[in-house]
Structures are given as structure tokens and as C-alpha cells.
């Protein structure tokens, strides 16, 4: 099998480590070689935090090359507006439609960008969704990551069952059902996003 391509962006805090951890074990479970690497900026300010999932039968590298991605998840619209150039041609790129004020922006400095999604949209295959808003109606904000796992997983060629085990393997014991919970819900808005 070719090596496949994934990229997650996010703002610190987002649960892109955890997600990344995710993916890596979905891969390892279908018996893939696996890279992943994990590159913060300020994270605990707020910043940018970008993760590279790669496997396939033999991967050498880590990092994603720019214009090799063949999923970027971007957990914020302007981390997806400043990191689509690593996305393939024919990539698919799912938005979580957050906006989080970089630090530029929340001192005067700079401006946020207006229309990130349209202006992503005329050159992409964008997936769109308010996964905030979507955690919000299971009873839990901060699994809204696990839902975009779940749209993303539409996109993927694993078993929903063996997502699943996955995330019971791999989040907290104390949040398996509510983890559960957002993956089933993403994985619904999936077919549909």
C-alpha cells in the first residue's frame, strides 16, 4: 500500500495530541507501519499545534511534505486557511467552523480573516462542520475533536468497530462513553458532510 497522509491542526488545547493518538492506533491495529510527529508551537497559549499521521506498508519519514496530505483536519478555520498548502490536489480537508483569535488578532495587530471557508472551497474538497456545536448537543464540549475523527473515519478504509475499540483503548477510562458517543455522532454526520 501506498503511504497515506494525514495532518492535524489545531490550537492548543483542541485535542489534536489525542487525536493523533487515535489515528495511530487505528493504523497500528490494521497492521500498518506507523509515523507519527507532533510539532508545537505555543500550545499553551493558544497556538498552533500541527500533528502528521503517516503509514502504509514501510513509512521512512515522519513529516508530511507540503502537497502530500490526503486528509487535513483542522481543528480551528484559520489553522485549515494556514496549512491547506500541504493538502493534496485531490485531498479531502474537514473544518471544525471555530473561530479562535490567535494572539495577534486579540491584541490589534492583525485582523481575522474573512470567508476562510468560501475561499477554501474554490480550490478544495471541503467538509465543513460545527463540531462545537455538535459536542454541545451529546453533553460534552470538549469531545468535539472525536467528531471530527468520526467524519474524517467516513473517509478512511477502517472498520467503525474497530474505531471504536480504538478509542475505548486509547481516551481516559473515565470518558470511553462520551468518546464513544462523539464518534458515533461524527461518524453519522459523515455520510452526510
Known sequence: METKNIMIVGVGGQGTLLTSRILGGITRKAGYDVKVSEVHGMAQRGGSVVTFVRYGDKVYEPIVEEGQADLLIAFERLEALRYVHFLKQDGVLI???????????????????????????RDHKVISVDALGEA??????????????????????????????????????????????????????????
Open 136 to 193: 454541545k448537543k451529546i453533553g460534552n464540549s470538549r469531545t468535539f475533536n472525536v467528531i471530527i475523527l468520526g467524519i474524517a473515519a467516513r473517509h478512511m478504509d477502517f472498520s467503525k468497530e474497530d474505531w471504536l475499540a480504538v478509542i475505548e483503548e486509547t481516551v481516559p477510562p473515565k470518558t470511553i462513553e462520551i468518546n464513544k458517543k462523539a464518534f458515533e455522532a461524527g461518524y453519522s454526520l459523515g455520510g452526510i458532510a
Open 95 to 121: 473544518v471544525n467552523d471555530q473561530r479562535i483569535d490567535p494572539m495577534p488578532v486579540v491584541i490589534g495587530a492583525a485582523s481575522y480573516p474573512e470567508n476562510i471557508l468560501e475561499t477554501l472551497s
